[in-house]
């Protein structure tokens, strides 16, 4: 008997929710101070000490890291979903210098002269990631600025003394220093001086608004898509991922350029591992050097020659079938599309050789569309328009990251079943990878397959005792994207809208193949371990990989079934 997960949402969460949503429907202003109470009475996880006097950094330096840095001198955010919204208020939103996150893409512009900061938002999940995080920045900071208030004036104050001052460790100054982006005495003496009082305003965040921001989206991917000659819309594979591990796979540079990027490595150097590098590269085995390559590559484009090694990288790839799409749309979701019969197979990750590739490859007339994983529901509108716009759908992946709650970071989860808090339904499917098809690719992580995922609203937006109601029910994957891509998959083969509050059985009505891989960024419960404090690094190319070759095996090996 298939059992419901228990559904009732923490109350506390609940009003939260219902707070700022409220809130944020007036036509002017809202002070942040307004969520404060509900979001300290929440109990979220991410925020523990918010009710406590004493400052939560690592609830801090996780807020901070997602907001630009010029944050504590902003009065007002403005949240919109385009320009024409913004103009049509009056925010001249395009003369704005961009501004961008340590830890969050996001299109953000700033005024600086009038202290307003535009913030651009794709889909209701933007606002339940947002609001929470700038709500515990407020708090913490205002926290932290009553007790620094004696240092107001003072320049470049002792790490001992402002550890005793916040009463705090040496060790959290340290943290601070990081949510400073290691500017630590501009960021104290700022946070001395000045207690923070942002007001928020949203303005018409309607379905239709999130709608037409996905066929904006769309409208810069399908030029790249629709080719000339039948078929004039291919048959597609969607993935989302990121827009690095599927590119080095099969579009080679980093192969090609084995010895420079290596030597780029062992003089850089960085998290010291030049030593490591040269070991792996005196083994002269292709297998030790790759992840290495692939780690490498992003600093070694943007070392010496900047923009030019960009361009020679991205003609590299075009040649090999790979077109780079940044910001389609002005959308800050970037999209690859990948057309199979041009990829060169001399030059792909060995990884993904397999019987029969070449001559599939030279027939086939399918592409990849790979997107650059999205937040939350913006996931659902933004598959929904592909589908909308594409030719025969042959499989849907989805490759992202996930906090667990029994694993390590590092680790890999594959699930069959999906609680999503958007509609509360609890979706069973059949997940097209098994531990089989990742474990000979992971170096250092375990894979755990037959799994349940969760998918929450936001990072913020969950406590402990929700958690552990779901935990007790066998729910180990916290994650954002699953839930709403699996909407979008029912409404790609269903007539109706997606229901909610049921179980829905994907597993025989979907025509194509579903599969989902998450690789663990953080264990919250399991150690306390911010999201923040806690970066994969070198660390995180060997599940990401993994679950990439996956990915693309599983496509690659499905045209050669076909071409039969």
Sequence with gaps: MERRPPVTPSDEIDLYVRTYTSLLRSTVEVRVRAFEEAHAFSGSSLHPGALSPNPDVSAFAYAAARLPDDMPTIDLVVLGQSHELFEAVGFDVQAWPTVRTRGRRRPLRLDPEARKLAVFIASESDIDDFIPILTAFQ?????????????????????????????????EVDVLSQAFGGKLAPGIAAMASRPLDVNVRLLAASYSQYQRSAQRWWSGVEPHYLRSEPPRRRPVYFISSNTHAIANLVGGYARTHQKAILDYGREANPEGLAETIAAAQ??????EQLPFLYYLLRGYIHAGRGQDRIREVRAFESRAGLTHLSEPGHIDVDAQIIELDKIDPRVIDPRLQLPGLESTLSRT????????????????????????????????????????????????ALSGTVFDEHTRNTFLFRNAFGAKDVRPYLRYG???????????????????????AFYRDGYTVLEMEAGPFLNAVYELVHPTRIPQDEIVNLSATVPFDVGFVHYASDTPYSRRQSLLSKSLSYFGVDSTYACAIAIVRRILSMEIERSG
């Design 282 to 287: 005196d083994k002269g085995t292709e297998e």
């Design 139 to 171: 708090i913490e900071w205002n926290k932290m600025h009553e007790k620094l208030r004696p240092l107001a004036g003072a320049s470049d104050a002792p790490i001992a003394e402002i550890a005793r001052y916040l009463g705090i460790s040496v060790d």
């Design 365 to 412: 007339d399918a592409v990849i569309i790979n997107i650059d994983y999205p937040l939350g529901m913006a996931a659902y509108h933004l598959l929904s328009r592909v589908g909308q716009g594409v030719g025969e759908v042959r499989g849907v992946y989805v490759m992202g990251k996930a906090a667990t709650l029994n694993g390590r970071v590092g680790d890999v």
């Design 446 to 468: 375990s894979v755990f397959d037959n799994q349940s995922a969760l998918t929450v609203r936001s990072a913020f937006l969950q406590n402990r005792n929700y958690m552990s």
